[in-house]
């Protein structure tokens, strides 16, 4: 028998899940000779782009230490007998206690080089009828050639070996610039190298005011020479003389991200988990689940309210008796503040004085997660975060009517990402040092308009006008085949491979931008088909399921389903 061969393509840590679980598989069911083919675009096996090893230190992680972990906890079991999770790595190398290390947030050079060890221990422990190859290849093309797959570079270059199974894990795909233009960086990773071109002294106007917003800020900064001298209430910053003398930062909101709460998981069932029986697939967002959603957001905020005054909080099936609790809890403390969704998701700003209102409420955001007590307006942005596995059930593979989808892809996506999913305060910190110094400027914070038609980049609103230099793009792109560049999901829609992804109802059809997977994460036919040898985890389901960037080996688990289906085509080929 000839031997079966596999690829990944795309290894950063959603390839090294599938690797590890595929190599479990393989010495649990001790199949016949295999050959993996990993391909990654650069030389961090494991870790990836967003993880590598080599950035600076100063770029941190926004997922606790404790949630970290390799391996997975379910049969069968990893084939690394030493499959230590990150919090045993590092207390391990630093000779520390575990307990120190638990909620705190470290550097992503740091978990990428656990990542990129875990693939190591991996390689030192490979089953006997296992071999591994590492491909440094960018793969923008597959083609079907006898019941194998044939993988061609994004140079069209022809890879000499032939797949039986090929799982696709790539990361967030390059889109078209709108408009081309020299002074647009549009992707800032690795940091050092895709902003050394940018000289002291100069403008840059950043698009985007989330995670890679602030590396770009830090990028600048501190990358240049810049120091952050911790203080009393945060950072003083110490200018090198490299740094921009502005950064103007702008979003369609203008609204900071809040600091990330490390919130303990608590047993109590959630108002949204009520879905199921009060209503049926497909679920209309703002009609049917978003009410259940402000009932846990309204729960966590009183219920850190009451603990300040040492009261409880009941928890009711019927929410009627929670809110009878909270109208007793006013009478008895009037001066307490009503909860508003207004103001936790849009508070009110002066257009007259943008900077100002902005370095405000960044400033009352930090002060709030340094609370001695755990902050109600943080508990209940926080809320979605304990919520948010539940509604990846009821959205995922159409589970929201198609304009429902809509709707919450372009508007609730992003602001609970903002609110739930912030950077570590320490972070928070230093963007306000750097407003307090003089060097961000929030004058054009929401919404300017961008003119691209001279060669500077010029920021417009109202009658004002500022010239920059340069203009970063600093949003994540989300999936958007009419957008990308890289070709490789462009190309098996074009081979008819695959199909997009559309969620339809009599009257409209919304189509994310991904390409349409199965439950087990088999692409899709235009058949409505599973395809036999092609599968995706990761980054490219976004939009059939919810929120896979998190290093979480739980949160939509392809990998297994994948592992489990080529060991059955090992099978299926051994005995044909």
């Known amino acids: 028998m000839k031997t079966f061969s596999v690829a990944i393509i795309g290894f950063g840590p959603k390839g090294l899940y599938a690797l590890e679980r595929l190599l479990a598989f393989i010495k649990a069911e001790k199949t016949h000779q295999i050959s993996i083919y990993v391909f990654n675009k650069t030389s961090f096996f494991g870790s990836g782009d967003i993880y590598r090893s080599d950035q600076p230190h100063y770029l941190l992680m926004n997922y606790a230490n404790e949630n970290i972990n390799s391996w997975y906890k379910n049969e069968p079991e990893p084939i690394v007998k030493n499959a230590e999770s990150y919090v045993e790595w590092k207390a391990r190398k630093e000779k520390i206690q575990q307990e120190e290390l638990l909620e705190k ?13 875990s693939f190591q221990q991996l390689l030192e422990n490979l089953p006997k009828n296992c071999s591994i190859h590492q491909e440094v290849i960018e793969i923008g093309d597959l083609q079907k050639e006898n019941e194998k797959i044939q993988l061609f570079s994004t140079s069209t270059e022809k890879y000499h070996v032939k797949f039986d199974q090929v799982m696709i894990t790539t990361g967030h795909q390059r889109h078209k610039i709108e408009k081309n233009h020299s002074q647009v960086i549009p992707f800032i990773y690795p940091v050092e190298k895709k902003l050394e071109e940018i000289l002291p002294n100069k403008t840059i106007a950043i698009k985007g005011l989330g995670l890679t917003f602030i590396d770009a800020v830090l990028a600048l900064t501190e990358g240049k020479g810049g120091k952050f001298t911790k203080i009393k209430n945060g950072f003083s910053y110490q200018f090198s003389g490299s740094e921009p003398k502005k950064i103007i930062p702008f979003s369609r909101t203008g609204l900071p991200m809040f600091p990330k709460l490390n919130l303990k998981d608590e047993n109590l069932p959630s108002y949204l988990s009520q879905a199921t029986s009060k209503f049926s697939r497909p679920y209309d967002f703002e009609k049917e689940l978003f009410p259940l959603i402000l009932q846990d957001i309204l729960f966590a905020y009183y219920k850190s309210f009451f603990q300040q005054k040492n009261e409880k909080l009941s928890y009711a099936e019927d929410f009627k008796k929670v809110e009878q609790q909270i109208e007793k809890f006013h009478q008895k403390y009037p001066k307490i503040e009503k909860f508003s969704w207004k103001k936790l998701t849009n508070p009110h700003f002066s257009t007259e004085n943008l900077h100002d209102a902005t370095a405000k409420y960044l400033s009352f955001l930090i002060s709030e997660k340094e609370k001695p007590r755990e902050s109600p307006y943080l508990m209940a942005a926080s809320a979605w975060k304990k919520i948010s596995a539940e509604f ?10 198609p304009k429902s989808q809509e709707l919450f892809d372009k508007t609730y996506f992003g602001l609970f990402n903002r609110i739930a999913f912030g950077p570590p305060v320490k972070n928070l910190q230093k963007i306000q040092a750097l407003v307090e110094c003089g060097i961000i400027d929030f004058s054009f914070v929401k919404n300017p308009i961008v003119d691209l038609n001279s060669e500077k980049v ?28 890289s070709g490789l999901f462009k190309n098996i829609i074009q081979h008819k491979f695959g199909r997009l992804n559309k969620n339809k109802s ?71």
């Open 506 to 576: 009599d009257d409209f059809t919304y189509i994310p931008g991904n390409l349409a997977i199965s439950k087990k994460g088999d692409l899709l036919e235009p058949s409505g088909k599973p395809d036999a040898q092609i599968s995706l985890y990761g980054t490219p389901t976004e939009g059939s399921v919810y929120d896979n960037d998190t290093l979480s080996r739980e949160r939509n688990n392809f990998a297994d389903c994948w592992a489990q289906k080529a060991i059955q085509a090992i099978k299926n080929k051994t005995h044909a």
């Open 458 to 485: 010029q920021l417009k609103k109202s009658h004002e006008i500022v010239d920059c230099d340069y203009l970063i793009d600093a949003r994540i792109p989300k999936n958007d085949m009419e957008k990308e560049q």
């Open 105 to 117: 947030f470290s550097a992503r050079a740091e978990v990428g080089e656990y990542l990129e060890w």
């Open 392 to 401: 990846n059930e009821l959205y995922s593979f159409n589970g929201l009517t």
